[in-house]
């Protein structure tokens, strides 16, 4: 509603009668509005118009030949289109109450007058008349809702049911709508991937069935209007979420039969939209299982038959058809796949597209995947799962990094190259335990791959040289150990199926200074090893041995000098000697030093050779002996002579042997006594 109000003159015809009225209402005023200044009075009855709203000038007297003037304020309904609302027109006609009181004759009088509702501030070019004060039906803001149905699912063919509520802001200068007209709006809803429905509509539906009510409601200026809720079937099929972030309304003047009553201008609809989630295909796992074949490395070709299965959520959406998928196929140190390193580069292709699959029961399976490609391997091969650009679906993980990648530990042969000769080289390597001189070991080794595949780089192996108590190198002593440093050329070398590896007049030199030589046979062993700055895979191999000597203390004499205790007394109970002990060992072999390294034992002999008939025979406890060379020592102890004569013993002698608990570990080379025994010629005292 709006107000006007107009000052309006009446020219009275001089001949004819007057109405005259005490406080009386006398005439019915309305004031309407029409596109023209032709007011079909027949249509008069339908006019939203109301008269004065001071109810003074209805009881304005008119007098013969006289010309009344009065204001007229009225409230007028702007409902109709601004095409409609050119003129402003008083209707005056007799008020039913005044019947009775003067003669009124239609037909005789001129019941209206029009004037065009011309504002002097609004003359645009040329004086041309503009209408100011008239508006359309303007929509500031059309505010929308999704009150149920979220998230979408792209790609459903049945589609999926939505709620969506909306209101709509009238602008405030825009005019203010009839509460009783009827029909006045049509909506359409679509998705669409901007926050303001521009650019590629999808899902479109423009049938949605307003509620009469809806239809019916009407928009007041400056004021927000309730529409309450539609429900609609967004039909996603062929749509992936890229293409439908947002859910739409367009408001829009309803021009379906029935038309809106009363007739109104809209100056241009309406469109609101919200945020909606979409969900595409969305996978919560990836499992890879081998049916055949396996990784072989430096292979050209690896065969294998795997199959990979993709098992989505409960939510997830559904898609069918042909090359659907890619998969990016990677080996990896880790078994989810997150390793630093991804061998991908070398996969060829490296995204391989399979036909004939799809998600079904929420579950896809690319079964019988040939994998005839290189890699760079590492045991651990994984599939990545991937959508193709051009496919309209969207390939999503639950757990980030996680779900589209599965993996799943393959067999790897690496390479095996087997020890076929040792030579050794003379002079012939001599081990010495304890000794801090290292072995020198020359020696020739020759190595055959029995791989499959060839090997190549630079500078490929290393040697691992060692001393063992096993022909085969196996022993439980592993006892000493050497890594020789790189063999071969830094250029590319390839080492071809069946072909040998040689090195020739390599010189070790292996510390022995922790070594004790074993009980039985020493052996020298060589092991081919990889250089641990290449990066392939060489398979254990047994190490080639060979025997040579090894050497631990060996006593080449004794001798004795009695410091005290000569002549012995016949048949004393205790009789103490002093004697002084020199042990010569052989220089060529071990030294040691050491606590309870000997033991000795001392007693009377009729004779100085390997005599059986000993007397008094006693083993005074342990010494220490730092056994390199000449060893010189004092042995005090008591002998028991109690059953001795003279003529029973004309000679003291002492025997050396390796003491029992030694401190250090050694080997005692335990050769005739003779070597061992020393006699001494002693007096006897009766």
């Known amino acids: 509603m709006q107000e006007f109000t107009i000052d309006a003159t009446v020219r009275l015809d001089p001949d004819d009668g007057s109405a005259r009225g005490v406080n009386q209402d006398l005439w019915t005023m309305r004031v309407v509005l029409n596109r023209d200044q032709n007011l079909d009075l027949s249509t008069f009855s339908n006019f939203p118009a109301v008269g004065d709203v001071t109810g003074l000038a209805e009881r304005t007297d008119f007098l013969a030949g006289q010309t009344p003037s009065f204001s007229l304020t009225s409230a007028i309904f702007l409902g109709a289109a601004c095409e409609d609302l050119q003129y402003i027109c008083l209707v005056i006609q007799q008020d039913p109450s005044a019947i009775s009181r003067f003669t009124y004759d239609p037909a005789r009088n001129v019941q209206f007058g029009c004037t065009a509702l011309d504002f002097p501030n609004c003359r645009g070019d040329n004086n041309f008349f503009s209408l100011c004060p008239c508006h359309d039906v303007q929509i500031e803001d059309l ?14 063919p049945a589609g999926q049911i939505i709620t969506v509520e909306f209101d709509a802001l009238a602008a405030p200068d825009s005019i203010t ?21 521009d650019g590629d509509w999808v899902a479109v539906d423009s049938s949605i069935g307003l509620s009469a009510a809806q239809r019916a409601t009407a928009l007041t200026s400056g004021n927000l209007s309730l529409f309450g809720s539609v429900t609609y079937n967004l039909l996603t099929n062929g749509v992936d979420c890229s293409r439908i972030s947002h859910v739409c309304v367009e408001l829009m003047k309803n021009t379906q039969v029935p038309l809106p009553s009363p007739d109104f201008t809209l100056q241009s609809s309406a469109v609101g939209c919200e945020v909606v989630d979409c969900t595409g295909v969305q996978i919560e796992s990836t499992t890879v299982s081998v049916q055949t074949g396996g990784f072989r490395e430096g292979a050209m070709q690896n065969d294998l038959i795997v199959t990979v299965t993709m098992s989505a959520t409960a939510g997830s959406a559904g898609v069918s058809g042909e090359n659907l998928w890619s998969l990016i196929l990677f080996s990896n140190n880790q078994a989810d796949g997150n390793g630093p390193v991804r061998r991908v580069e070398t996969v060829l292709p490296m995204a391989v597209t399979w036909s004939g699959t799809s998600l079904t029961n929420r579950q896809a399976v690319l079964s019988n995947v040939d994998l005839s490609s290189y890699f760079d391997l590492r045991s651990i091969l994984c599939a990545e799962s991937r959508s193709i650009p051009s496919t309209p679906f969207t390939l999503t993980e639950t757990v980030m990094g996680s779900s589209l990648t599965g993996c799943v530990s393959v067999p790897c042969d690496g390479f095996t190259v087997i020890a076929q000769q040792l030579i050794l080289t003379p002079p012939l390597a001599i081990a010495i335990e304890h000794s801090q001189e290292t072995v020198a070991a020359r020696f020739s080794a020759s190595f055959v791959s029995t791989s499959q595949e060839a090997i190549v780089g630079a500078s490929l192996w290393h040697l691992d040289i060692f001393l063992n108590d096993q022909m085969n190198g196996n022993g439980n002593q592993q006892m000493t150990r050497v890594t020789q440093g790189n063999f071969g050329p830094e250029g590319v070398q390839r080492l071809n199926p069946g072909q040998t590896v040689t090195f020739d007049n390599v010189l070790a030199n292996i510390p022995v200074d922790n070594f004790v030589c074993p009980l039985g046979q020493t052996y020298l062993c060589v092991q081919l090893q990889r250089n641990p700055q290449r990066s392939f895979t060489l398979l254990p191999a047994d190490p080639i041995c060979e025997p040579i000597e090894c050497r631990g203390l060996r006593i080449d004499s004794v001798s004795i000098n009695q410091l005290t205790g000569n002549p012995f007394v016949e048949l004393a109970l205790n009789h103490a000697v002093n004697l002084e002990v020199t042990i010569n060992t052989d220089g060529d072999w071990a030294g040691v030093i050491g606590e309870r390294l000997w033991s000795y034992t001392i007693y009377l002999s009729p004779t100085d050779d390997h005599s059986l008939n000993r007397h008094g025979m006693v083993h005074p406890g342990y010494r220490r002996s730092d056994c390199w060379t000449a060893v010189v020592s004092q042995v005090n ?50």
Request: some cysteine; glycine content about 10%; charged content about 20%.
């Open 637 to 686: 102890t008591i002998l028991d002579l109690s059953n001795v004569l003279c003529q029973s013993a004309d000679f003291i002698c002492l025997i050396v042997d390796k003491g029992v608990g030694p401190s250090v570990t050694y080997t005692f080379e335990d050769r005739e006594e003779s070597l061992r025994r020393d006699c001494q010629p002693i007096g006897c005292q009766g």
């Open 143 to 156: 505010r929308v809702r999704i009150l149920d149905g979220e998230p979408l699912r792209e790609n459903e």
């Open 177 to 197: 709508m009839s509460t009783l007209g009827s029909n006045y709006w049509q909506l359409v809803v679509f998705g669409s991937q901007s926050p303001i429905g």
